[in-house]
């Protein structure tokens, strides 16, 4: 997530294209749905590609933990905790930002 805080929507595309770690598919998805929700969701007409949609906020957060036993020696068991997280992805529009900011008041 740190690779593509804060670059352009088509920039972090290729980032997470060409990484090699297999997160970068899922995040490259995550993406592409963030994308789609401001295209459903914003005010703008026309594509994402018309407007400079750029990463505004990328994190990653804990999230639940699922406890699982595996059988050991001796009648003992270990412990499998299977970790989960929360990633949250906001898109903004960067022209619209600039507009705003150049309205005399």
């Known amino acids: 997530v740190d690779l593509i805080r804060g ?3 088509e920039e ?5 294209k ?3 770690k297999e997160s970068a598919l899922k995040l490259s998805k995550l993406l592409l749905s963030a994308v789609n929700n401001w295209e459903q969701k914003s005010d703008q007409v026309g ?3 018309d407007y400079e949609l750029y990463i505004k906020t990328a994190f990653v957060d804990p999230g639940s933990i699922i406890y699982r036993f595996l ?3 001796q009648g003992r068991a270990y412990r499998v905790r299977k970790r989960r997280n929360h990633v949250t992805i906001v898109v903004a529009n ?3 930002l600039e507009e705003e900011a ?3 008041e």
């Open 102 to 104: 150049a309205k005399p």
């Open 47 to 49: 594509a994402a590609d």
């Open 71 to 73: 059988p050991a020696p």
């Open 7 to 9: 670059k352009k929507v």
């Open 18 to 20: 060409f990484h090699k």
């Open 12 to 16: 972090a595309l290729v980032i997470l």
């Open 94 to 96: 960067r022209v619209a």
